[in-house]
């Protein structure tokens, strides 16, 4: 068996002792929410996939999210950033604002084939087992895993469901190092290449699935690719081997110690929260909910997936679903059919069936 390593950087925490703490929230003041009125008042007459840091002038917040950054992408590996006016202010001027904090903090990425920039995460009517969607479209539960095309996930809070929905997240260095201590031969085991569903993504010339380990050792830190509900679907595919039950029990076992009191982190998330994860390093839940009959009372997060072109070293398994960004280096999110552009709505696409 190869030499399992155990992950001693700062984002092997575990969720009660965080909970003890509140230096990863940050509530911003009343002259940084001025500031971030003023930035993205001054862009809004320009389309929003097209802006970059430089088109925004926030000299007070700079230093701020700087330090959030370097927490999220070097450190603990997330924050809450608390207090944008969602309720004041219009859809067009907060989510030029999110744009603003998100570019400060990594360059976005597409997030679906019809080059969505700006994602959201909201039930129109989705179900997390068609093969054919994505849990952000429903109310369903969804388990312990990361996104499929991020090295940061943005999720800002404009409104909360009536019952249910609540977020959680753990850390992936502190599950690989129980494996170690614990299960080394299961550890093992996910360290070697599963399938996973492209879920209809690909593109011509592409299989509809690819292979990634779910844990990834890399300079004494692991990146985590757990996503047990693409891993599952895949089976679908007649070519692919059937999941072994040594397999399928590594996969509940991640899942068992990520829902248990030892590791969790649940996270109170309110409107106007910005809740930022490093999607290499966390896993993330969320419960189901019960939403309210008036639309426009329903459950809605504006969702941001980040690169970080100067981030640390990624994994070459890493790449497998959609290559590299040729100018960054870094994972480029979806790829686009020909004609598609990136663009950034204000409102959810319409749901693939």
């Known amino acids: 068996m190869a030499v399992l390593e155990v992950d001693e950087g700062d984002g092997a925490w575990r969720g009660p002792d965080m909970a003890q703490r509140d230096d990863w929230i940050h509530l911003l003041t009343d002259t940084e929410i001025r500031e971030l009125e003023t930035a993205a008042d001054a862009a809004m007459d320009r389309d929003i996939a097209t802006l970059s840091a430089d088109d925004f002038v926030m000299p007070v917040l700079d230093p701020v999210l700087a330090g959030i950054r370097d927490d999220v992408v070097n450190g603990r590996g997330f924050t809450l950033l608390r207090g944008v006016p969602v309720a004041l202010w219009t859809r067009a001027r907060v989510a030029c604002a999110y744009w603003a904090i998100g570019t400060r903090i990594g360059t976005p990425v597409t997030q679906n084939p019809v080059g969505n920039v700006l994602g959201h995460v909201t039930d129109v009517g989705g179900d997390a087992d068609n093969p054919n969607q994505r849990g952000h479209q429903s109310s369903d539960s969804l388990p312990f895993h990361t996104d499929i095309g991020a090295e940061i996930v943005g999720l800002l809070c404009l409104q909360g469901a009536r019952s249910g929905g609540e977020s959680g997240i753990v850390s992936a260095a502190a599950l690989w190092n129980e494996l170690v201590s614990s299960r080394p031969d299961l550890a093992a085991l996910l360290t070697s290449p599963f399938y996973f569903d492209r879920r209809g993504e690909g593109v011509d010339g592409q299989d509809p699935w690819y292979e990634m380990p779910v844990f990834m050792p890399i300079g004494g830190r692991v990146v ?130």
Do not use: C
């Open 224 to 353: 985590a690719s757990y996503v047990p509900r693409f891993i599952r679907s895949a089976q679908r595919f007649e070519q692919l081997p059937r999941l072994t039950d040594q397999q399928q029990e590594a996969l509940d076992l991640v899942q068992s110690l990520a829902d248990g009191p030892r590791f969790k982190l649940e996270m109170d998330f309110r409107p106007g929260d910005i809740q930022l994860v490093n999607n290499l390093v966390l896993l993330h839940s969320r419960t189901a909910y019960e939403d309210w009959d008036e639309p426009a009372r329903r459950r809605h997060l504006l969702r941001l997936w980040l690169s970080v072109p100067d981030g640390w070293p990624m994994p070459e398994a890493f790449f497998a679903r959609y290559g590299t960004d040729p100018q960054t280096g870094r994972p480029q999110g979806i790829n686009l059919p020909l004609g598609v552009t990136l663009n950034a709505p204000l409102t959810p696409p319409v749901l693939r069936t």
